[in-house]
């Protein structure tokens, strides 16, 4: 049992009783981030891709070029800017404690580099479903586009996106790393990296956290799978 327990100083801790609130703030993060990804993706990576291919590419393709922690720096700045010249508050740039997170900031970083890949690939996707023979039969046949998008183009993408969500929670869980640090949210990677640094290196903590975040992936990625199993129940009764 005493591998379960771990110092702050000249205190011991019972590290189960401490690990849910860190979880549940790890996992509200990723998991609110992550069914704004899959919604945003699936509108325009599948459905108005031509729109997304025309004019947001580039402007994603733009901003992820930028760091992590640079756009987190930056976002931060303007908050700021925004406060002192103006007088008035947007969002919190850092959370100040567990009862007084920060919401929106957290998420749009978590959000930027897994939508930018997803809307990419989902436009390839796309593309080449529309250029297959029974889509081009189906248009021939007079049927709407909404149908056409609904029954068959969306059905046929959708297993790609499903195929990507391992690679896409992987993501999410690296920039966690980067977000609970600079913006303070108290998570999982706060105990791993942040408990040590201040009172020292423990190893049986370091295991401990290591066992919580595949613990979290996996409740994260089941997660987003079955919000996409509820959007496929709801294409088929549609």
């Not at 609130?21 to 459905?47: H, N, P, Q």
């Not at 291919?53 to 760091?67: A, D, E, H, Q, R």
């Not at 990419?120 to 189906?138: C, M, P």
């Not at 975040?213 to 994260?220: A, F, P």
Request: aromatic share 16%.
């Amino acid at each position: 049992m005493d591998a379960f327990y771990y110092k702050t100083g000249s205190n011991t801790r019972f590290f189960p009783a401490d690990i849910v609130a860190y979880f549940k703030s790890s996992y509200f993060y990723l998991t609110s981030s992550g069914l704004i990804v899959i919604t945003l993706s699936f509108l325009f990576g599948i459905w108005f891709w031509k729109t997304s291919v025309k004019y947001l590419n580039g402007t994603l393709s733009f901003l992820g070029m930028i760091p992590d922690f640079i756009f987190i720096l930056l976002m931060q700045l303007l908050v700021n800017f925004i406060y002192k010249t103006t007088g008035i508050k947007t969002v919190k740039v850092a959370s100040l404690s567990m009862d007084d997170p920060a919401l929106f900031l957290p998420i749009v970083t978590l959000v930027l580099i897994p939508l930018i890949y997803l809307i990419r690939a989902l436009n390839e996707h796309t593309h080449e479903v529309i250029s297959e023979d029974y889509i081009l039969t189906a248009i021939g046949k007079g049927l709407s586009k909404p149908r056409i998008y609904l029954f068959h183009v969306t059905t046929n993408v959708l297993p790609y996106l499903k195929a990507d969500l391992k690679k896409i929670t992987g993501i999410m869980i690296s920039n966690l790393f980067v977000v609970e640090y600079l913006y303070n949210t108290r998570g999982v990677t706060t105990m791993l990296f942040q408990i040590q640094v201040k009172f020292g290196y423990q190893y049986n903590l370091v295991v401990l956290c290591l066992i919580s975040i595949m613990l979290l992936y996996t409740s994260v990625f089941y997660t987003y799978k079955l919000f996409i199993s509820i959007i496929e129940r709801i294409l088929r009764h549609a």
